[in-house]
C-alpha cells in the first residue's frame, strides 16, 4: 500500500509541474505623423558684384545640404523672401532658386521633385515651391533627406545702377506634409 501511495504522489506531483499557463500583454501601439525641418546658415552665402560679369550673368551661391526634412509622409518645401534690407532696395524676383539632392543624403529619394530656377516671391505673396516628396523621407534606419540650394542672385543686370553697401535677401523656407 506504500507503494501505492507513493507512486500516487509521485504522478501527482508529476502532473502538477508539468501544467503551463498562459496570460495575454497587448503592446498598443500609436502611429502618429513625424515631421522636423531645419535649414543651416552655410559661412559662405555672402556675394559681391564687383564685376561687370557678376552684374550681367548674376552670381551662383551653392549651399550644399541647405534643407533637411524628416517626414512620416510626402511633404512640400516652399520658400519665400522675408523683409528685404538694405540701401538697394533689391527685388527678391532678382533671386532664383533651384533644389537637388544634398551631398550627404541617405533618405529615400524616390518621388521627389526638384525645383528649378523658381523666383523668390516677395513677402507677403504666395510662397513658391521648392521642393515635392511624394513619399516618406525614410530610407530603412536613415530618416533625414538633405538638399543642396543654389541661388542665382541678380542676373541680367538686376543690381546695375543700384546704391552700393550691404543688402539682406531673408529666404523663409516652411515645411508641410502632403
Known sequence: MKKVIITFAIAAVSLLGTKSFAQTA???????????????????????????????????????????????????????????????????????????????????????????????PVTGGSAATVITAANTSWNGSNSTNKFNISYLIGAGGAYAGKATGLNVVPVVYTVTQQ
Open 26 to 120: 497587448n503592446l498598443n501601439i500609436t502611429i502618429s505623423d513625424v515631421l522636423s525641418f531645419s535649414v543651416t546658415q552655410p559661412a559662405s552665402l555672402d556675394v559681391n558684384f564687383d564685376t561687370e560679369a557678376k552684374y550681367t550673368n548674376g552670381i551662383t551661391a551653392l549651399a550644399t545640404d541647405h534643407v533637411s526634412v524628416t517626414s512620416s509622409r510626402g511633404y512640400v518645401v516652399k520658400a519665400i523672401a522675408g523683409a528685404v534690407t538694405g540701401s538697394a532696395a533689391i527685388a527678391p524676383g532678382s533671386v532664383k532658386i533651384s533644389s537637388a539632392v544634398g551631398a550627404t543624403n541617405s533618405g529615400n529619394t524616390a518621388g521627389i521633385t526638384y525645383g528649378s530656377s523658381v523666383t523668390l
